[in-house]
T-cell receptor, first 112, second 112 residues
Framework: ETGVTQTPRHLVMGMTNKKSLKCEQH?????MYWYKQSAKKPLELMFV???????ENNSVPSRFSPECPNSSHLFLHLHTLQPEDSALYLC???????????FGPGTRLTVL | GESVGLHLPTLSVQEGDNSIINCAYS??????FIWYKQESGKGPQFIID?????DKRQGQRVTVLLNKTVKHLSLQIAATQPGDSAVYFC???????????FGTGTSLTVIP
């Protein structure tokens, strides 16, 4: 496994639930990312944080709300999701933006 | 065995043979490329990278070739082993913005 951990690894939630995904990197990196991975589709970048500041938001619906309290931790708060939001959500980090990214194992999310 | 771009999503090779996985990119401004390997149930793992000022780079059992004229990238795996079975995808970084663009990937199956 890499130095990027994610919890939980699996999550099943109803459309009215509120849940949070957590990511932690132990690599001393300055940039962190959230990606969505759906079957047979390329990785979709959702958010980029550089030195705790959000630098990219790729038109992600407001039902996904990121939080980056420090350079080592990244959260993705979820509320009133839709079934089509079911996917693997991957966190990654890099020393600087545009450097190679190290990925966590992902959270497999199922929205009922 | 050989796959062509992102339009042939599966590749099967005999153990011990060499594998070639191809990727076409679209933006001539892309200047940094990475190959990732993703095993089932895991996040993507960095394999090798190459910058646009190079046309070849070698790692342990892997070689990446970059042809900027035709915007083509390939990953060669020597003496393919069962542990190489995974989905491989390329990522390109363009010289503007903070993000990588990922392909859909090629699923490599190694036949013992």
């Amino acid at each position: 496994e890499t130095g990027v951990t994610q919890t939980p690894r699996h999550l099943v939630m109803g459309m009215t639930n509120k849940k949070s995904l957590k990511c932690e990197q132990h690599l001393g990196h300055n940039a962190m990312y959230w990606y969505k991975q759906s079957a047979k589709k390329p990785l979709e970048l959702m958010f980029v944080y550089n030195f705790k500041e959000q630098t990219e938001n790729n038109s992600v619906p407001s039902r996904f709300s990121p939080e980056c309290p420090n350079s080592s931790h990244l959260f993705l708060h979820l509320h009133t999701l839709q079934p089509e939001d079911s996917a693997l959500y991957l966190c990654a980090s890099s020393q600087e933006v545009n450097n190679e990214q190290f990925f966590g194992p992902g959270t497999r999310l199922t929205v009922l | 065995g050989e796959s062509v771009g992102l339009h042939l999503p599966t590749l099967s090779v005999q153990e011990g043979d060499n594998s070639i996985i191809n990727c076409a990119y679209s933006n001539s401004a892309s200047d940094y490329f990475i190959w990732y390997k993703q095993e089932s149930g895991k996040g993507p793992q960095f394999i090798i990278d190459i910058r646009s000022n190079m046309d070849k780079r070698q790692g342990q059992r892997v070689t990446v070739l970059l042809n900027k004229t035709v915007k083509h990238l390939s990953l060669q795996i020597a003496a393919t082993q069962p542990g190489d079975s995974a989905v491989y995808f390329c990522a390109e970084n363009r010289d503007t913005g903070n993000q990588f663009y990922f392909g859909t990937g090629t699923s490599l199956t190694v036949i013992p």
